[in-house]
């Protein structure tokens, strides 16, 4: 499709960079988190490819990690990513028009994983306490491929503590 476009990937992501820049911030005016055990925590997205569409102080690490990435390199995430993107906007009281469109955005070249009772037994049976659900469904999608990730991304303390006990390499690009 970009072919027919006449425009190269690295073009139309500058093009969406420069839209980007362009947008207004939304604060955010609700805690996502209010029982998180840091309290600079309470208002932090788990999620971590919201940072791609939200500005934050993370994002421009986080991309530029992700720029830095091996060509074929495979990123995966949870199916629940696209529902929290969305109900995050939504409650940032961004346009519900513009919200599928972030909520691709966040999501592009990103390989998304079915929660199933599978994902959700395993869910289930994770021992850390702090651990939230939403976070418990996230780390119970990338169980099964600890072994062969090479970084888990994440912003939320309990979720990167709970995945260092399982083994899996974590990273928050900042």
């Given at each position: 499709?970009?072919?027919?476009?006449?425009?190269?990937?690295?073009?139309?992501?500058?093009?969406?960079?420069?839209?980007?820049?362009?947008?207004?911030?939304?604060?955010?005016?609700?805690?996502?988190?209010?029982?998180?055990?840091?309290?600079?925590?309470?208002?932090?997205?788990?999620?971590?490819?919201?940072?791609?569409?939200?500005?934050?102080?993370?994002?421009?690490?986080?991309?530029?990690?992700?720029?830095?990435?091996?060509?074929?390199?495979?990123?995966?995430?949870?199916?629940?990513?696209?529902?929290?993107?969305?109900?995050?906007?939504?409650?940032?009281?961004?346009?519900p028009q513009r919200v599928p469109f972030f909520t691709e955005q966040a999501l592009q070249s990103l390989y998304l994983l079915d929660v199933t009772r599978v994902v959700l037994a395993r869910a289930v049976a994770f021992q850390a306490e702090r651990l939230g659900s939403l976070d418990a469904i996230h780390l119970a999608s990338a169980e099964p491929f600890r072994t062969e990730l090479t970084d888990f991304v994440t912003y939320d303390l309990e979720l990167s503590a709970a995945a260092s006990d399982l083994g899996m390499p974590v990273r928050a690009p900042a």
């Open positions: 499709m970009l072919a027919r476009a006449g425009l190269t990937r690295e073009e139309v992501v500058l093009l969406l960079d420069g839209l980007a820049g362009l947008c207004v911030p939304v604060g955010f005016d609700f805690q996502w988190r209010p029982v998180a055990s840091d309290p600079n925590d309470d208002l932090v997205v788990t999620c971590a490819a919201l940072k791609l569409v939200k500005p934050e102080r993370e994002t421009a690490a986080l991309r530029a990690w992700r720029a830095a990435l091996p060509p074929g390199t495979e990123l995966v995430t949870s199916e629940l990513a696209r529902l929290e993107i969305a109900r995050t906007l939504l409650r940032a009281r961004v346009d």
